[in-house]
């Protein structure tokens, strides 16, 4: 009988996903190997855990027939107990709920501080050429969320001393530190971190540069005992590579590869959290059969392990997921 009704929700949810509609109400199924979320396309995954649940923020590919682009309009979140049972909450937060942007929800992350939570986002904006970091908030990690700010909190013009391009402000990560002080780190082709203020919506310091080697996209910053690891995408296809610190503000000292080019989509980006004492690594891939891609991606989950000087073990990639 559940194996029924998990096929029932299931079916429920690929004709919610093929008509272009967004969840309205909780649904839950359980999880059946990589992809996890097989009902939609779902890309950038940020996770984040809080209360004894994982809660893994990722973008819709929209994926419109015939068409080899990204449509990403809105942004998904799913939770999950024990990561294999999972729960698809109604849609928090759409691009347009920034009302200086005029699309484009791109890679994400949300953190709790205060009983608060912020989601940093990468959207379009709507009158200052090219892309910006919002940043919303609400009560609860599952929304809804509102625009914290009214305004961007990181803009192009911001950052043109270090490059010409319009698309490097995007792919967000936070971290909250030992201390108390909150760090955000982003950038395509190249990579910034700025501290930000208590309140978490306003920037309290300049924005500097990352040497980071062969630095495409997709920064995550994490902390695992005294060393900081900071995984982003590399080159072009994408992999994960990662370097790692002593201290938040570098030098960083590169180590390779963390993980290899996932499948046939072209790009790559991960969340690395903790859970109940195991270390997972959160990615996208091509994988949904069978129209998968670059523009149809799938979140995965797969263990990631640390070696005894601290190191990350490179991921291997599986179809059976999180067992």
Known sequence: MNRVKNRLVLLTLALTASYGLSA?????????????????????PGAMTYNNKVYIYAG????????????????CVFSSPDMRTWTEHPVPLKAKDFSWAKGDAWASQVIERDGKFY??????????HGKAIGVA???SPIGTFRDARGSALVTNDMTTEYTKISWDDIDPTVIIDDDGEAYLFWGNAQCYY???KKNMIELDGPIMPVTLPRFTEAPW?????DWYYLSYA???????????S?????????????????????????????FKGDWYFVYHNGGLNTQGGSFRRSVCIDRLYYNPDGTMRRVQMTTEGVQ
């Open 24 to 44: 309205q109400s909780d649904t839950t199924f359980i999880a059946a190997g990589n992809p996890v979320f097989k009902h939609k396309y779902t890309a950038d």
């Open 60 to 75: 819709h590919d929209e994926c419109p027939a015939q068409q080899e682009r990204y449509v990403m309009n809105e942004w």
């Open 119 to 128: 989601w940093y986002v990468a959207v379009e904006h709507a009158t200052i």
């Open 137 to 139: 908030v609400s009560d």
């Open 194 to 196: 700025a501290k930000l």
């Open 221 to 225: 910053i994490h902390k695992r005992g």
């Open 234 to 244: 590399s080159e072009f296809p994408e992999k994960i590579c990662y370097a790692m």
């Open 246 to 274: 002593r201290n938040i503000s570098g030098p960083w000292e590169y180590k390779g590869i963390l993980n290899e080019l996932a499948g046939n989509s072209n790009t790559n980006h991960q969340a690395i959290i903790e």
